[in-house]
């Protein structure tokens, strides 16, 4: 158990709808990141927040939104859902600094119908 | 940006046997972390290793930074080893600047 924790497991939704995935971080992490898998693309980057600020963007469109609150868990806004944005949808943290190494969460599976 | 590559794409081994893991990558880089992705989706950090060397168990992994490449040896493998195993590296920054590689694609099998 990496000690990130995501909700949902699994999420079936239709084209046009919004979601929202969330994360809790490992107890003490700051950073929490947000990395989109699917099979075409790999693993991608879409953004980080530490303690609360966002820090990195990656490849995140612009339908989709983040936050990190005070008590550090972060959501993931998905909005106007696409056939294509089907995906699995991490979560990680790490402690900040340049030499943390990244814990991830099970993911959150989006189906888009 | 940075290329990171992987080898082999695809393994298959018999429960017992050992095997290495490479990764290639095109710049020199301050950040390497070695991930394991289980048949059911989770990915598991194994090592954060931008130099030298680390054990952990069965596993172990060498980076030796001045020749770009990183090597991840399993022993005794396991069918629970079973799974994809990603390399991902960066040149500057933290896990914010890690670039994935596609990832090595092992089945032990009993």
């Known amino acids: 158990d990496s000690g990130v924790t995501q909700t949902p497991k699994h999420l079936i939704t239709a084209t046009g709808q919004r979601v929202t995935l969330r994360c809790s971080p490992r107890s003490g992490d700051l950073s929490v990141y947000w990395y989109q898998q699917s099979l075409d693309q790999g693993l991608q980057f879409l953004i980080q927040y530490y303690n609360g600020e966002e820090r990195a963007k990656g490849n995140i469109l612009e339908r989709f939104s983040a936050q990190q609150f005070p008590d550090l868990h972060s959501e993931l806004n998905l909005s106007s859902l696409e056939l294509g944005d089907s995906a699995l949808y991490f979560c990680?943290?790490?402690?900040?600094?340049?030499?943390?190494?990244?814990?991830f969460g099970n993911g959150t599976r989006l189906t888009v119908t | 940006g940075i290329q990171v590559e992987q080898s082999p794409p695809d393994l298959i081994l018999q429960e017992g046997a050992n095997s290495t893991l490479r990764c290639n990558f095109s710049d020199s880089v301050n950040n390497l972390q070695w991930f394991h992705q289980n048949p059911w989706g989770q990915l598991i950090n194994l090592f954060y290793i931008p130099s030298g060397t680390k054990q952990n168990g069965r596993l172990s992994a060498t980076t030796v930074a001045t020749e770009r490449y990183s090597l991840l040896y399993i022993s005794s493998s396991q069918t629970t080893d079973s799974g994809v195993y990603f390399c991902?590296?960066?040149?500057?920054?933290?896990?914010?600047?890690?670039?994935f590689g596609k990832g090595t694609k092992l089945t032990v099998n009993p």
């Open positions: 991902a590296v960066a040149t500057q920054g933290g896990s914010e600047k890690l670039v």
């Open positions: 990680a943290s790490s402690g900040g600094q340049e030499n943390s190494p990244l814990h």
